[in-house]
T-cell receptor, first 109, second 115 residues
Framework: GQSLEQPSEVTAVEGAIVQINCTYQTSGFYGLSWYQQHDGGAPTFLSYNALDGLEETGRFSSFLSRSDSYGYLLLQELQMKDSASYFCAVNTGGFKTIFGAGTRLFVKA | DTEVTQTPKHLVMGMTNKKSLKCEQHMGHRAMYWYKQKAKKPPELMFVYSYEKLSINESVPSRFSPECPNSSLLNLHLHALQPEDSALYLC??????????????FGPGTRLTVL
């Protein structure tokens, strides 16, 4: 079977740094994406890793280790507006994307 | 224009109704997707079109019928739905055609309620 594992919930305070981990087991792997979704909204793309290493985009960074089938999303200088669900997603090839169950991030003042 | 639009925003329909969901993008993307999302669950892939041809059908029941009239439009025709089909239906598009990498741009979704 195919699976992506990520924590169901994470809580952090404003200004802090939080890391959301994702481990995957899929039949194919072309890359790992991260999406943010606020309640009632649509998923929005945050980052994509096809190769090992760290990708940085502003306050968000994403890391991938293909040998460990593992990646994480790092959010720095947390703001209240970062409270949302975060999904890791694997592109298994041929346009097929499998999403993890999502991590709800709660940012407290 | 970096937007995917979907209409209607909300739809309530009976089990005997026929309705259609519409999706439009003008980013020149050649891959378009339909997802179904239940509350507090991840999006589940339903269909993928590449160059207006159906590329993936994830064993979706025939009461859902996709259509891609041109490279900018994607429809989802609904007929004889069940209450368990109530969900948020998301359309997405992606710029690449190789299938090896894809940044997907999602529309706001249609919230469907089947009575």
């Amino acid at each position: 079977g195919q699976s992506l594992e990520q924590p169901s919930e994470v809580t952090a305070v404003e200004g802090a740094i939080v890391q959301i981990n994702c481990t995957y087991q899929t039949s194919g792997f072309y890359g790992l994406s991260w999406y943010q979704q606020h309640d009632g909204g649509a998923p929005t793309f945050l980052s994509y890793n096809a190769l090992d290493g760290l990708e940085e985009t502003g306050r968000f960074s994403s890391f991938l280790s293909r040998s460990d089938s593992y990646g994480y999303l790092l959010l720095q200088e947390l703001q209240m507006k970062d409270s949302a669900s975060y999904f890791c997603a694997v592109n298994t090839g041929g346009f097929k994307t499998i999403f993890g169950a999502g991590t709800r991030l709660f940012v407290k003042a | 224009d970096t937007e995917v639009t979907q209409t209607p925003k909300h739809l309530v329909m009976g089990m005997t109704n026929k309705k259609s969901l519409k999706c439009e993008q003008h980013m020149g993307h050649r891959a378009m997707y339909w997802y179904k999302q239940k509350a507090k669950k991840p999006p589940e892939l339903m269909f993928v079109y590449s160059y207006e041809k159906l590329s993936i059908n994830e064993s979706v029941p025939s009461r859902f019928s996709p259509e891609c009239p041109n490279s900018s439009l994607l429809n989802l025709h609904l007929h004889a739905l069940q209450p368990e089909d109530s969900a948020l239906y998301l359309c997405a598009s992606s710029p690449r055609t190789s299938g090896s990498t894809d940044t997907q741009y999602f529309g706001p979704g249609t919230r469907l309620t089947v009575l």
